[in-house]
Antibody, heavy 122, light 106 residues
Framework: EVQLVESGGGLVQPGGSLRLSCAAS????????MSWVRQAPGKGLEWVAN????????YYVDSVKGRFTISRDNAKNSLYLQMNSLRAEDTAVYYC???????????????WGQGTLVTVSS | DIQMTQSPSTLSASVGDRVTITCRAS??????LAWYQQKPGKAPKLLIY???SLESGVPSRFSGSGSGTEFTLTISSLQPDDFATYYC????????FGQGTKVEIK
């Protein structure tokens, strides 16, 4: 069974940093593009970033470029999101999601974690 | 960025009703459109990809159609489990989502 379990969320002050993790199991993690998608409270979904199987390609939504870094450790079946210079507008539930395309990036998400809440507030 | 606009934002319906949700793209996305269902406090669930292809395990009462800039999600006979929020998402370029359509009990 495919499972994605996020952790690392919490309350952080504006300008602070946080590192999210996503532990994957039930599939060959190293064969899939992976993404982070966020959802502000009561709002819609926003794709944040994705990363190729070997980490050689990474893409970000404009609003987080230069502040967030996506990475992965295939030996640990884990996906990460390092978030720096956090702003109030980054407050959201952050989901990790598997790309349905496998080795080919499609940007359709067939499995999602349960999400971890990041709150940016003083 | 490609903007996705859903209508309506909220839809009130009864069990057994036929329900249609519309999604419009700000430019042509061919058939690169997916639909997701999300229930409160839960992660989204993939329903449809490539505009009309049903994801494995999704009931056949769900269907999608459209191409270019206009798309629809139809639930042929609304069931109690279908009350949720539905999102369209384009993947012609970097993915963007519609603002969501909440299907509530009438």
């Amino acid at each position: 069974e495919v499972q994605l379990v996020e952790s690392g969320g919490g309350l952080v002050q504006p300008g602070g940093s946080l590192r999210l993790s996503c532990a994957a199991s039930g599939f060959t993690f190293s064969s899939y593009w992976m993404s982070w998608v966020r959802q502000a409270p009561g709002k819609g979904l926003e794709w944040v970033a994705n990363i190729k199987q070997d980490g050689s390609e990474k893409y970000y939504v404009d609003s987080v470029k230069g502040r967030f870094t996506i990475s992965r450790d295939n030996a640990k079946n884990s996906l990460y999101l390092q978030m720096n210079s956090l702003r109030a507008e980054d407050t959201a539930v952050y989901y990790c999601a598997r790309d349905w395309g496998g080795t080919t990036v499609i940007n359709v998400f067939d499995y999602w974690g349960q999400g971890t809440l990041v709150t940016v507030s003083s | 960025d490609i903007q996705m606009t859903q209508s309506p934002s909220t839809l009130s319906a009864s069990v057994g009703d036929r329900v249609t949700i519309t999604c419009r793209a700000s430019q042509s996305i061919s058939s690169w459109l997916a639909w997701y269902q999300q229930k409160p406090g839960k992660a989204p669930k993939l329903l449809i990809y490539k505009a009309s292809s049903l994801e494995s395990g999704v009931p056949s009462r769900f269907s999608g159609s459209g191409s270019g800039t206009e798309f629809t999600l139809t639930i042929s006979s609304l069931q109690p489990d279908d009350f949720a929020t539905y999102y369209c998402q384009q993947y012609n370029s970097f993915p963007t989502f519609g603002q969501g359509t909440k299907v509530e009990i009438k």
